[in-house]
Structures are given as structure tokens and as C-alpha cells.
């Protein structure tokens, strides 16, 4: 029987010898999403823009919500609540995809050898491609009503990485479990569905009641999306203690969800 490593190098071994056939994989799962629509890969542009102003219609005009103190233009409100929904729609996209990453890849389970733990890898890099599009939309409107962005916009990857980090980690422990356990599709969207409203991405932390706010940092999201802001609108550096603890939260999750995987994927021959 062949025995997979879980120690941490062999991660990072695997992702960069099977390099190509990871970027061969994210192209065409990335372009099959849009095989056969009249506008393709233009609907990775096209959606972000429409989901923008639906929600800068509903929360800035239909429920008149303002961000802290209400100083803000409409516009900066809406630049504020994208940056939340960027961050946010990253997240429900890799982990509802992730129960049933394996179970839609039979064909590499069982009948060819094929280094399983990439699946996940390619996930994330599709999800991150469709992020980075909407970041595209962020910007192209950040400097159409406010003008050039700050400096700071350049800390953004090292706000991104931990959090990639965390989401590759769920990607690879979800996936696993999706193939014995498959009430995790249910729980996942349940949960996925709670976080979007527990999570500051209509609101900021401070809206919350000051003895409340530490609670709301035990959330994965709140990290990257209260630093994401201060890096892209606020023009703020990130905060770095928060910033250190959350690279060291991203790495452990990610080992640990390697190490799932590879101790896991013997059985899924025979479940599946």
C-alpha cells in the first residue's frame, strides 16, 4: 500500500512539481465554468459589476445603511461593502465546492494515478482568478469616483496570502470528509450561509457593541476583510500583530488540512 507524506515540505513538493498540470487544470476549469455562453470569460467581468450594484441599491437605497459613522457618499459605501463581498464570495466558493471536489473526480480515483491533492489546488487558483477580476471591478471604480488608490493597495498579497493559505487548508479537509461524509455538502452551505451575516462584511466591527468585537475575530473572514479594507479604501498599513497571527493560523490550517487529505485518501477507493 502506498503511504502518502504528511510532513509539510511534501506539500509544498507536490504543488510545485505538478506545477503544470495545475496551471493546465485551473485554465480549463476556469474557461469550462463559460463554455458555450455567448459572452465567455466577459461573464467573470460582467457578474461582479452587476452584483455591485444590486448591493449598493438595496443596503445604501431601498435600507438607507450607512458605514460607522455615516459620513460616507453612496458610492464609498458601496466600495466599502465589495471589498467585504470579494473577500466573502472567495470563501463560499472554495468551501461549497470543496465537499464535492473528490466525489466529481471518480475517474482519478480509481482508475488512473493522478495526484489527488492537486483537485483542491485548482479549486482555490479558479476561485482566486474570479476574485481577481472582481478586484479588477473594485479598482476601475475606486478610480472612476475617488481617484487613484493609495500605496498601500500593495500590501494587499501579504493580507491575501495567510487567508489562501486557511481557504487551501479547508479545501483539503472538506474534500476529504465530502467523500465519507456526504451531509458535509448540507452543513457546508448552512454554515457558509450564517457566516455571510456573521462576518463584517455589510457592517464594520465597530458597530458591534465594543465587549462583543474580540468574538467576532475568532471568525476567519474578519482578519482578511477589516485589513483588506484598511490596505485598499482606508490607505491605512495593516494592523501587524494581527497581520503575524493570522499567517500563523493560515499555515497551521493548511498543514493540518494536507495532512487530513493524504491520511484520509487511502479509503477513497473503496467508498467511492
Known sequence: MQIFSVHPRAMLLSIWQHRELIKVSTRREVLGRYRGSMAGLLWSFITPVFMLLIFTFVFSV????RWGSGGESKTQFALLLFVGLIQFNLFAECVNRAPGIISA???YVKKVIFPLEILPVVALLSALFHA?????VWILAYLFFEGLPSITLLWLPLVMFPYVLLLLGLLWMLSSLGVYLRDIVQLVGVMTTALMFLSPVFYPVTAL???YQFLFYLNPLTPVIEQSRLVLFYGQSPVVSILM????VGLVVAWLGFAWFQKTRKGFADVL
Open 62 to 65: 431601498v435600507f438607507s445603511a
Open 105 to 107: 473526480n471518480v475517474n
Open 132 to 136: 481577481s477580476v472582481s478586484l479588477l
Open 209 to 211: 457593541p465594543e465587549q
Open 245 to 248: 497571527l493570522y499567517w500563523g
